[in-house]
C-alpha cells in the first residue's frame, strides 16, 4: 500500500521561513513527476511547485523567487522550501506524486497547514 506523509507545517510570521517534506513508503518501482499542491478556504487546490524525476522544476508565478522544490529519488522524498512567506501563502499544502507501484497511478498526501500571519 502506497502513502504519502507531509511534515513540516506550521505558523510563521510574514517574511519567515517554512520547509515541507514528503515521503512516499510502500512497494514503489518508480516515480515520476512530484509536486505541491495549495488549497486556502473556499478555494480550488492549485499547483505551487512540481519537479521531475530527472529534476526539472515548474513553479506558479506567485512564488517564483520565494520557493525551492527538490527531491530525493533514492529516499522518495520531495521538499518544499519557502521562503519570504506572506499571508496569503496561507493554505492546506499537498504532496502529489505519480507513482508506479501494484497500483500505479496519482497518490496524494493528507496535507498539511501552513498558516502565515503576525
Known amino acids: 500500500q502506497v502513502q504519502l506523509v507531509e511534515s513540516g507545517g506550521g505558523l510563521v510570521q510574514p517574511g519567515g521561513s517554512l520547509r515541507l517534506s514528503c515521503a512516499a513508503s510502500?512497494?514503489?518501482?518508480?516515480?515520476?513527476?512530484m509536486g505541491w499542491y495549495s488549497q486556502a478556504p473556499g478555494k480550488q487546490r492549485d499547483l505551487v511547485a512540481s519537479?521531475?524525476?530527472?529534476?526539472?522544476?515548474n513553479y506558479a508565478d506567485s512564488v517564483k523567487g520565494r520557493f525551492t522544490i527538490s527531491r530525493d529519488n533514492a529516499q522518495n522524498t520531495v521538499t518544499l522550501l519557502m521562503n519570504s512567506l506572506k499571508p496569503e501563502d496561507t493554505a492546506v499544502y499537498y504532496c502529489?506524486?505519480?507513482?508506479?507501484?501494484?497500483?500505479?497511478?496519482?497518490?496524494w498526501g493528507q496535507g498539511t497547514q501552513v498558516t502565515v500571519s503576525s
Open positions: 519537479i521531475t524525476r530527472e529534476g526539472s522544476t
Open positions: 510502500g512497494t514503489i518501482f518508480s516515480i515520476a513527476d
Open positions: 502529489n506524486a505519480q507513482i508506479v507501484a501494484v497500483v500505479s497511478g496519482q497518490y
